[in-house]
């Protein structure tokens, strides 16, 4: 399995910004599909962004879209989080598996909860 290490959260006033970073041990993550997570304190594990290993394509849920991207480069996949709002805190994690060939959707981030190597999070607090 491939070791995730996550880096880059912080604390961030409403408003502001945050990159996060996604490397793998001893791998490059250029050939994987990527999905980023995040888990708020007493919720569930959402699935936040994903891109395919295919082609590229790139997936937002909708609590997120228009704010965040998800891009590779050098070897690492990055989440970038523009105008973070409150209920943007929590632990966020980032999974990878090779495959599936498919384009990013919310099958992908469902098949990475299920075959995913996962990383511990970082976590990102966004205060009011």
């Known amino acids: 399995q491939v070791q995730l290490v996550e880096s880059g959260g912080g604390v961030v006033q409403s408003g502001g910004s945050l990159r996060l970073s996604c490397a793998a041990s001893?791998?490059?993550?250029?050939?994987?599909?990527i999905g980023w997570f995040r888990r708020a304190p007493g919720q569930e594990r959402e699935g936040v962004s994903g891109?395919?290993?295919?082609?590229?394509s790139t997936y937002y849920t909708d609590a997120v879209k228009g704010r965040f991207i998800i891009s590779r480069a050098g070897g690492k996949v990055y989440l970038q989080m523009n105008n973070l709002k409150p209920e943007d805190t929590a632990v966020y994690f980032c999974?990878?598996?090779?495959?599936?060939?498919?384009?990013?959707?919310?099958?992908?981030?469902?098949?990475?909860?299920?075959?995913?190597?996962w990383g511990r999070g970082t976590q990102v607090t966004v205060s009011s």
């Open positions: 891109i395919s290993s295919l082609d590229d």
């Open positions: 001893g791998f490059i993550l250029d050939y994987y599909a």
């Open positions: 999974a990878a598996a090779r495959g599936p060939q498919t384009s990013a959707n919310s099958a992908l981030l469902d098949y990475l909860v299920d075959h995913g190597s």
